[in-house]
Every structure is written in structure tokens, then in C-alpha cells.
């Protein structure tokens, strides 16, 4: 019995700190998206500030052709799209030669990164496309042969399947060009499917009819609105989207790019030793870029903002979100071992005192505690020492508070988005009263049904990391709806 109440006890406490650290960053990130102007320059010149758009893509021929022709049609005055075939078994390639005027390029003699074997080389004339093919070694691996074949200051990854904003190269680079301390910036994500494109634009969105696909909508409303907006306040954001984050590329060279099993660079073998790896390549980046600035006692930023739109197809049924969040939590616990050294360094400043152990207990071992919750609760019930009341309480607590900052959190962002790009309001996905009560109904509905499924393949992605072989566990892909000009 003592035993138990000691366990009780304990999950109060950590559950206690859980609900208070997340409605301090709750309405901090409202106080500072109220407040604070997100800024876009006018008078910039571009040309000084010029991107390499690196998409590596396997298996993407319902969308690649698309994803191209969008990027190829960005508001912006100097940069590239490179498109690198990870060693695609589909139509891939043949999607993008049939679709551009490709001329095939020589090969680089010289490349900072190693990676896998480079196939072949294509170029457009103007230089403004440039597709490699080569053997198959994973995401990061594609994005390192982006980063060699690159011409430009800047990197920004974008996944295959997106679809960005015309004006979000302009929007995310903005913080980079205002602060030289920003390593890493990133912008809004939404779900892409049942949007409906024309001439490379999104000119419809309705709610999802799907489940799974609307549950994924208030996670990202919540995510990337709140927590992200919040962290990234207090300099405490270590994982920026790899489906839309922008680098500074000699700050990427100089950590070695991104981690792969085969990359021997010199500075990733110091400091994490070799053959390391990771399914989350995008946060891992992320976190050695503050250890290489901080090493370096050298100010640096990482900046998430709500504005710039980037459109990303999810998982639209449970065997495929199952994977992902799996693949995910999975990423989360090899990264954080990569980088155990740091949590709790009082010379790694936020990162490693509020950071790192933020991710640790409250996202990492958040599903751990939640099974042993659920454990707990049935055999108290069994047992006979259930407190009725307590479990009504904690209940009622769960339904208005997600009622609360579900319906505070769109009513605002509602608000806020009036009075920005018809992509931004677009990325709500709800246009009436109905579909705004639909909303935070399912939001309810969600954290007793969805919350499980969700805690359970997070705990999984635990487990995974145990057995002998783990893999992306990339999902199909279905597209989004393009119209024509006809049309």
C-alpha cells in the first residue's frame, strides 16, 4: 500500500510539472504572437542572400514533378532546386527526366561530405535545376549530395511531397538576414491533404472528412503554434521540421552536414564518434549546431515562425501514423543518447540545462510514464483504491482544458490570420462556426481515443530501439489534387 501511494504520489508530481511548464509555454508563445511583429524586408536584396532548395526524394513519383514546378515558381530573386534520387525502385527518375529539360553534368572532383555513390549528373541550362541519381543511403545521405553539389549561402531541405508558399522563401530567410546569431529557421507546416492546387497554389482546403488526417491538423495547430513559437522564445528549440528548415551551408560544412553511418567527417568522429546514425536526421542537426556554437562560446538562435506556409501530405490512416510515430519517438531516444553528454552541462547554457532536459523527461520518457499511469490506475481499480472522485475530477480537467486552449488558440490565430497571406488562412483548414466547433469537439474526442494510440506507438518507438534492426518506414504517398489552367 505504501508502495503505491508513493507511486501516486510521484506521477502527481511529474504530471503537475508537465501541465505547468505546458500552459506557461501555452501563454507565452499567445503573448509573444500577439505582441511581437514577424517581420518580412521589403527593400532586401535577395540576390545577397542566395539558396540552395535541396530535396532528396525516394519513391515519390505521384508528387515529385508537381513538388518541382512549384519550386521552380518561388517568389524569390537567386536560388536552385536541387533534386537528389535516394536510389528510388519507382518511376522517379523517369518522372523528372520526361518532365524538365534536363542535359546530363559532370560530376564533382572535389566534395566536402562523403556520401553514397553518385550515379549521374543532370543540369537545365539556366542552372536554376539540378537533379542527381544516385545509390540509395537514406535522407541525410541525399541531403549531404545536396549540400556537395550546392552554389549558394544558404540551405533549405523540403521534402519531396511538399508544397511551399510562394512568398515563404522571403519569409523564413528574413530572421538570418536581421540577426547573423540565427543558425536554424523554420516556418508553419500544414497538412496537404484534400487541398486543391492550381497554377503551383493552394486554392482550396476544407476540413478533413478523415480522422486521423484532422487529428494531425490540431496536433500541428498546437505544435507548431504553441510550443514551437514558445521554446524557440526562450532559445530552447532543438528540432526543426526537415520538411521546411533553413541552414547557413558553411555552418553546415563546418559540422560535418548531416549524420550518416558513412560520413567520416572530422568534426562529427570528435565529437560523436564514428558510425553513428539517426532516423530523425532534422532534430540531430539541429542539437549539433548549438553544441558546435556553444563550444565555441559563440551566440546563436534558433527561430520557428508561424508565418511561412510549407503544405506536407500525413498519414491518413493508422497503420502508416503508426509508423511515423514510432519512427519518430524512436529518432527522439537515438538522439538524445548521441547527445547525453550535454543535458544538465551548465556550459551548454539553455540548451543543456532547460533544452535537453526538457525533451528528455517531458517528450522522450513522456509515454513511459503514461503506460505505467495506465497500469497504475487499473490495478488501483482492481484493488479498490481508486478515488472516484479524483478520477472525475482529473476528467473534467482534461475535457475543459483542451476545450480552453483549443478554442483560445484557434480564436486567435483566426483572428491573426486576417490579416496575413491566403496560405497562411488556408493552413487553418476551418472557415465556418461549424467546422470550428468540429474542431475542438474532435480535439475532446482525440485525448480519449487518439492520445492512446498516439502514447502507444511512442512507447513502441522505445522498444524499437532495443531490437536489432530499425529503418525509416517511409509511408505511400498519395498526392495532392492539381487543376488545370483549363479548368
Not at 561530405?113 to 541525410?140: H, M, P, Q, S, W
Not at 478533413?208 to 496536433?219: D, T
Not at 528540432?239 to 533553413?246: E, K, L, N
Not at 523527461?361 to 483504491?385: D, H, Q, W
Request: charged fraction near 20%; charge should be positive; glycine fraction near 4%.
Amino acid at each position: 500500500m505504501l508502495v503505491l501511494r508513493i507511486i501516486e504520489k510521484l506521477l502527481i508530481i511529474y504530471f503537475s510539472i508537465y501541465f505547468i511548464i505546458d500552459i506557461i509555454l501555452f501563454v507565452y508563445a499567445l503573448y509573444v504572437f500577439r505582441k511581437k511583429k514577424w517581420k518580412q524586408l521589403n527593400d532586401i536584396d535577395y540576390t545577397q542572400h542566395s539558396i540552395s532548395v535541396i530535396v532528396p526524394a525516394f519513391n515519390e513519383e505521384v508528387s515529385i514533378v508537381q513538388c518541382i514546378k512549384m519550386l521552380l515558381n518561388l517568389n524569390y530573386d537567386e536560388y536552385e532546386v536541387i533534386v537528389i534520387n535516394d536510389g528510388s525502385s519507382d518511376k522517379t527518375t523517369k518522372r523528372i527526366l520526361e518532365g524538365f529539360p534536363l542535359h546530363q553534368a559532370s560530376k564533382k572532383s572535389v566534395t566536402f561530405l562523403k556520401t553514397n555513390e553518385i550515379r549521374e549528373v543532370y543540369r537545365t541550362e539556366d542552372k536554376k535545376l539540378v537533379f542527381i541519381d544516385k545509390e540509395n543511403g537514406g535522407k541525410a545521405d541525399a541531403v549531404n549530395t545536396g549540400i556537395n553539389y550546392s552554389e549558394k549561402k544558404y540551405i533549405c531541405t523540403i521534402d519531396a511531397d511538399s508544397i511551399l508558399d510562394k512568398q515563404a522563401l522571403k519569409k523564413v530567410i528574413c530572421p538570418m538576414v536581421l540577426d547573423e546569431r540565427v543558425i536554424v529557421s523554420g516556418g508553419q507546416l500544414a497538412a496537404s491533404n484534400d487541398v486543391v492546387i492550381k497554377n503551383n497554389e493552394v486554392i482550396s482546403s476544407k476540413m478533413p472528412r478523415n480522422i486521423w488526417v484532422l487529428w494531425q491538423i490540431l496536433e500541428y495547430i498546437k505544435t507548431f503554434m504553441i510550443s514551437r513559437i514558445g521554446l524557440s522564445r526562450i532559445n530552447s528549440l532543438l528540432v526543426m521540421s526537415g520538411a521546411f528548415s533553413i541552414y547557413n551551408r558553411e555552418n553546415l560544412i563546418s559540422i560535418g552536414g548531416f549524420l550518416t553511418s558513412v560520413n567520416d567527417n572530422e568534426y562529427i568522429i570528435k565529437t560523436l564518434g564514428k558510425g553513428k546514425n539517426t532516423v530523425t536526421e532534422d532534430m540531430e542537426i539541429v542539437i549539433r549546431l548549438w553544441r558546435y556554437f556553444r563550444d565555441q562560446k559563440i551566440k546563436a538562435k534558433a527561430v520557428f515562425l508561424p508565418s511561412p506556409v510549407c503544405w506536407t501530405e500525413v498519414p491518413d490512416n493508422a497503420k502508416n501514423l503508426y509508423k511515423q510515430r514510432v519512427r519518430w519517438h524512436l529518432g527522439l531516444l537515438e538522439t538524445l543518447l548521441i547527445h547525453r553528454h550535454i543535458i544538465f552541462e551548465p556550459k551548454y547554457k539553455s540548451t543543456g540545462l532547460l533544452a535537453m532536459p526538457y525533451y528528455f523527461f517531458f517528450e522522450l520518457m513522456s509515454p513511459l510514464v503514461k503506460v505505467i499511469t495506465i497500469i497504475f490506475l487499473i490495478f488501483a481499480f482492481a484493488t479498490g483504491i481508486l478515488n472516484a472522485g479524483w478520477v472525475v475530477l482529473l476528467l473534467i480537467s482534461v475535457l475543459l482544458t483542451t476545450a480552453i486552449i483549443m478554442s483560445t488558440i484557434t480564436a486567435i490565430i483566426e483572428s491573426w490570420s486576417h490579416k496575413q497571406s491566403g496560405a497562411n488562412r488556408e493552413a487553418l483548414r476551418y472557415n465556418s462556426f461549424i467546422e470550428w466547433l468540429w474542431l475542438v469537439i474532435a480535439g475532446i474526442i482525440g485525448d480519449f481515443s487518439y492520445a492512446f494510440f498516439r502514447t502507444f506507438a511512442q512507447f513502441m518507438g522505445i522498444i524499437k530501439y532495443f531490437k536489432p534492426q530499425r529503418e525509416w518506414n517511409k509511408f505511400e504517398r498519395k498526392g495532392v489534387k492539381t487543376l488545370t489552367d483549363s479548368k
